[in-house]
């Protein structure tokens, strides 16, 4: 039997009306890697003081080496003398806030809150991966390059090699630091990935990959890739900047945890703020635990 011509049906005017829209529940999250650097056994010393009192200042004394020397037989051992500095550490607000009207909130998705929270978190994680790699490239330790090259020097072709890596590890050793944590660039990440040593010496474990950014160990040291490693102009090309980092390379200073606030500005404009903020420092620590490696 025929349709009748008045049959109603999909894409009809009325249709629109009555026929509502499915949203999905959960909203699509960008991708996002974990904060890298607070998992680098070792090397990023935590200081927690949370809600410890007054103060925004953190200041840690600092001992210098001594030196032990042979004695001959009948004289005193020669007396060194104790000499300390000290590495202070500001705590400084970061901070993330989202303005939405009552409205919004109450007549949208249901994700949209729990998405703008987890939202404002990552945003913190963020920011603060990136301010311990601003901290880091402020060493005064000199730059590695592969091969005899240096700033003025280097070619498309000086990429990262086992030459360089090994070269950057004995820099630190002659320092007396062992390496111990590397970050490199996904860049750098793409050529070592292709020199077999690395490949099959590498230890991929379990699932360190996903959580982490860690990508394999390497001469014994844990490499991990991310985005925040930075880049720059040398001889007209691109170069990254790894960072090879030692013991207790530097500290974190954990002033006050994460804190998340909603403001309902109701009586005012019906609208509702949501804000995340925390306080922190970072500081290097031992410089000579620090070394920065440049390849293109």
């Known amino acids: 039997m025929a349709n009748d011509a008045n049959i109603f049906k999909r894409g009809s005017g009325s249709d629109a009306y009555v ?20 998992g680098m056994t070792g090397s990023i010393v935590t200081e927690d003081r949370v809600g410890s009192g007054a103060g925004d200042k953190l200041n840690i004394p600092k001992n210098s080496a001594l030196t032990a020397a042979a004695v001959t037989d009948g004289n005193s051992i020669g007396i060194s003398a104790v000499a300390f500095t000290e590495v202070e550490v500001v705590a400084t607000i970061r901070g993330v806030a989202v303005q939405l009207t009552l409205k919004q909130l109450r007549d949208q998705l249901s994700a949209v809150e729990p998405d703008v929270v987890n939202n404002l978190g990552i945003a913190l994680g963020e920011k603060k991966e990136a301010d311990m790699f601003t901290e880091l490239y402020t060493t005064g330790t000199a730059a590695i390059y592969p091969n005899t090259k240096a700033t003025g020097t280097i ?28 970050v490199i660039h996904p860049k750098q990440e793409g050529d070592l990935r292709q020199i077999a040593q690395f490949t099959d010496a590498s230890n991929y474990g379990d699932n360190s990959v996903v959580k982490s950014g860690e990508i394999g160990t390497f001469y014994g040291v844990r490499v991990f890739s991310s985005t925040n490693v930075a880049t720059a102009t040398e001889n007209s090309i691109t170069t990254y900047l790894a960072i090879l980092l030692g013991e207790r390379a530097a500290v974190y200073y ?24 925390e306080d922190y420092g970072v500081q290097i620590l031992n410089d000579e635990s620090i070394r920065i490696m440049h390849t293109a």
């Open 155 to 182: 070619t498309t072709s000086d990429t990262i090699d086992v030459e360089v890596f090994s070269k950057t590890l004995v820099a630190m050793r002659t320092a007396k630091r062992k390496g111990l944590n590397m």
């Open 254 to 277: 954990n002033r006050a945890a994460p804190t998340f606030e909603m403001n309902r500005n109701l009586i005012q404009d019906l609208s509702v703020v949501m804000q995340a903020w």
């Open 19 to 38: 026929v509502p829209e499915i949203w999905r529940d959960t909203i699509e999250q960008v991708a996002r890697e974990s904060n890298i650097m607070l």
